[in-house]
C-alpha cells in the first residue's frame, strides 16, 4: 500500500513539474527549483559520469525514478504508524533485480549474447598459444566475474535494506530504555527519559539524512552496475 501511495505522489508531482517544464517558462519558486537541481545533478553527476556520456541519457528516467521513489519510501518511515517499505527484502531486491536485468538486456544489445559474456573475461594481450597456457586462469576469472555480478546486484537490495532497519532498530532500542527505567525512582526515570528523548531527536535527525544518502548509493551504484554491463572492459 505504501509503495502504491508513492509512486501515486511522485506521478502527481512529476505530471505537474513537466507541464510547467513543456511550457519553456525559467523555474520559479523553491519547489520547482529543488526538483530540477536534483534532476539535473542526477543527470550530470551520476548518469553521465557512470555510463558515458552518449548513452547515459537513456537511462536517466530509470536513474530518476530509483532515486524519488526510494526517497519516497525511506521518508515514508519517519511517519509515525507508517513504516518503510524500503526495509522489506521484497522490496529492495526487486529493485536491485531491475537494474540486474536493465544490465544483462541492454549489455546484450549492445554487445551482442556472445560479446556480454566474454566481456567478463579479462583481455590478455598475448599469442595464441599463451592464451591457450593461460586459458584456465581465464575461465577462472570468468566464473568469478560471473558469480560477483549475482553478488553485487544482491549486495545492492541488502545494503539498502540494512541501513534502514538499522536506524529503526536503534531507535527503539533507545526509547525501549524508558519503558525498561520506569521501574527505577522517579528521578531515575526522568534523567532517562530526558536523554532517551534527545538521543531519539537526534537520531531521527541523522535518519532524515540517511534517507537521502541511500536513494543517491543505490542510484549511484545503479548506474555504475549499468555502466558495466554495456561497455567493454
Not at 180 to 192: E, H, I, N, R
Request: glycine letters at 10%; one cysteine or more.
Amino acid at each position: 500500500i505504501l509503495e502504491l501511495v508513492a509512486a501515486g505522489f511522485l506521478i502527481v508531482v512529476f505530471m505537474r513539474l513537466a507541464k510547467k517544464m513543456r511550457s519553456g517558462i525559467a523555474p520559479r519558486g523553491r519547489f520547482w527549483n529543488l526538483f530540477e537541481s536534483i534532476l539535473v545533478f542526477i543527470r550530470d553527476e551520476v548518469a553521465r559520469p557512470a555510463i558515458g556520456a552518449h548513452d547515459g541519457d537513456k537511462f536517466v528516467p530509470l536513474l530518476w525514478t530509483f532515486f524519488f521513489f526510494i526517497l519516497t519510501c525511506n521518508l515514508f518511515g519517519m511517519v509515525p504508524w507508517t513504516g518503510s517499505p524500503t526495509a522489506s527484502f521484497s522490496v529492495t531486491l526487486s529493485l536491485a533485480a531491475v537494474t540486474f536485468l536493465t544490465g544483462i538486456i541492454c549489455g546484450v544489445i549492445k554487445l551482442g549474447p556472445v560479446g556480454f559474456f566474454l566481456n567478463m573475461a579479462p583481455h590478455i594481450d598475448v599469442p595464441w598459444w599463451g592464451k591457450i597456457l593461460l586459458s584456465p586462469v581465464i575461465v577462472g576469472i570468468f566464473v568469478i566475474e560471473l558469480g560477483g555480478t549475482l553478488i553485487k546486484h544482491g549486495v545492492l537490495g541488502v545494503r539498502l535494506l540494512a541501513n534502514m532497519v538499522a536506524g529503526h532498530v536503534v531507535l527503539l532500542a533507545i526509547l525501549g530504555l524508558i519503558a525498561k527505567a520506569s521501574t527505577s525512582s522517579t528521578f531515575t526515570w526522568s534523567m532517562v527519559t530526558a536523554i532517551s528523548l534527545f538521543g531519539s531527536t537526534a537520531l531521527s535527525c541523522l535518519e532524515l539524512f540517511v534517507a537521502f544518502l541511500q536513494a543517491y548509493v543505490f542510484t549511484f551504484l545503479s548506474a555504475l552496475f549499468i555502466g558495466m554491463a554495456t561497455h567493454h572492459h
